[in-house]
């Protein structure tokens, strides 16, 4: 089944100029990037993007590093796009994800771990429409 999912560079990856080399592992993992823009995010939008997360003892912690440099959101499109997205970032501790898996290759500790994706087809479609209106997305 082809569907979408909503991806998002974090601002540790974009300062250590690997945008590339992430969308490179995206690409060859099957999934194609259908939209992409770079942006810096507000305090306000970090908040309200992890609001699930409210509780956690590391939200502040997560939203202050997730607008301390520009993140770059996305939307990818594949078969299973949710799940092989997740395949391919690997763990979202970058100590335990596989070899060769985004997390492993560029993160740097389990905030600071590159990359988000979303978790079910569901959380995608919310996430998508935070981010984009449906003329910024062509299809495949
Ligand atoms: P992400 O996919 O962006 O969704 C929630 C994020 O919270 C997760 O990736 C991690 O980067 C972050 N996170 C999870 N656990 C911790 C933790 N123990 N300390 C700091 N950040 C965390």
Redesign the pocket.
């Given at each position: 089944m082809t569907e979408r999912t909503f991806s998002m560079i974090k601002p540790n990856a974009t300062k250590k100029n690997v945008t590339g080399g992430i969308n490179a592992l995206l690409e060859q993992g099957g999934l194609k990037i259908v939209a992409q823009k770079r942006m810096q995010l507000t305090r306000e939008q970090a908040e309200k993007f992890?609001e699930v997360?409210k509780e956690r003892p590391?939200y502040d912690?997560?939203c202050e590093f997730m607008c301390s440099g520009p993140i770059v959101a996305q939307v990818l499109e594949g078969e299973n796009a949710v799940m092989r997205n997740r395949e391919i970032m690997g763990d979202?501790n970058p100590e335990k994800a596989d070899a060769g898996t985004i997390r492993k290759e560029f993160g740097d500790s389990?905030?600071e771990?590159s990359i988000?994706?979303s978790d079910s087809a569901e959380n995608a479609a919310k996430e998508i429409a935070f981010f984009f209106s449906e003329m910024e997305i062509l299809p495949a």
């Open positions: 992890y997360h590391f912690e997560l979202t389990i905030g771990n988000h994706g």
